[in-house]
C-alpha cells in the first residue's frame, strides 16, 4: 500500500471536456481584457515579457496575447501561459462563471484517502495557482485542505522522469511508496522510470475506446477511482 498519492488533474479527477470547453476557450476570450487591465502588475508582467523574449522581443501586447491565444488552440504546455490562464480563471472563478467539473468517484474517494491518512499530492501541467483555483471551486466544493502539496511544470515536464525524482525528494517520501495517477500512458511511463507506481486512469468519457493490453505499457488500468483501494501503511 502507499505511503503517498500523487495525481494529475485533466482526464484523471475531471473531464477533459471541461478543461477544453470551458477553461480553455474562457482564457482566449478574457486575455485581452485582461492583459489590457493588469499588464502593468509585475507578475503579469513577469509571464508576458518571458513570452515577448521567446518570440523575437515583441514590443506590443496585443501581439504577445495573440501568440497566447495560438498557444491556447495548439493546447501548448508552456509555464508562462499556464501562469497566466491561471490568474484569468481565478477572476472567472471569482465571479462564478464556472465551477470546476470534478468526477463524483473522485469526489468521494479523495475526501476518504485524505482521512485514512495519505498525504494527497497534485502534479499537472497546469500551474500551482490555477490548482488551487479549480479544487477551491470544484462542482464538490473547496477541496484544497485535502492535498499536501502541489506541482506543476516548473518542477519539469509531465514526461520526464527527472521531475518525478524532483518530486518524491520534496515530499519526502521514497517512490517505490508514491502511486501516480494519470490518463497519459506516457506520464506514466516516466514516473515508473523514476521508481514510483502507477495506475492508467481510463474513463469511458474521455477515451470511448478502451485501452488495455499493449496499449496500457503494462501499468495497472482502472475506469474508475471507486476500482482503487487505498490504506496508509503504518
Request: net charge negative; glycine share 8%.
Amino acid at each position: 500500500m502507499p505511503k503517498a498519492i500523487l495525481t494529475d488533474i485533466e482526464g484523471t479527477t475531471s473531464s477533459i471536456s471541461f478543461v477544453k470547453d470551458v477553461l480553455f476557450p474562457y482564457a482566449r476570450r478574457a486575455l485581452p481584457g485582461f492583459v489590457a487591465r493588469r499588464g502593468s502588475e509585475p507578475e503579469v508582467r513577469r509571464w508576458l515579457d518571458v513570452v515577448a523574449a521567446e518570440n523575437g522581443g515583441l514590443c506590443d501586447d496585443a501581439m504577445v496575447v495573440e501568440v497566447l491565444q495560438g498557444w491556447i488552440d495548439e493546447d501548448r504546455k508552456h509555464t508562462a501561459l499556464k501562469a497566466l490562464q491561471g490568474m484569468v480563471w481565478a477572476d472567472g472563478y471569482s465571479a462564478a462563471d464556472f465551477t470546476a467539473h470534478l468526477y463524483p468517484d473522485a469526489a468521494t474517494a479523495l475526501p476518504a484517502w485524505h482521512a485514512g491518512g495519505l498525504p494527497l499530492y497534485v502534479y499537472s501541467s497546469g500551474s500551482v495557482p490555477a490548482q488551487r483555483l479549480f479544487f477551491g471551486h470544484s462542482d464538490a466544493g473547496d477541496l484544497t485542505r485535502l492535498f499536501s502539496g502541489w506541482f506543476d511544470t516548473q518542477v519539469g515536464g509531465k514526461r520526464e522522469d527527472g521531475s518525478y525524482r524532483r518530486i518524491v525528494e520534496s515530499i519526502g517520501v521514497p517512490a517505490v511508496e508514491v502511486v501516480f495517477l494519470s490518463d497519459v500512458v506516457e506520464e506514466l511511463d516516466a514516473a515508473r522510470e523514476a521508481g514510483l507506481d502507477t495506475v492508467l486512469v481510463d474513463r469511458r468519457q474521455d477515451y470511448p475506446e478502451p485501452r488495455r493490453g499493449d496499449a496500457t505499457h503494462g501499468h495497472r488500468r482502472v475506469e474508475s477511482f471507486a476500482e482503487l483501494s487505498f490504506a496508509a501503511t503504518p
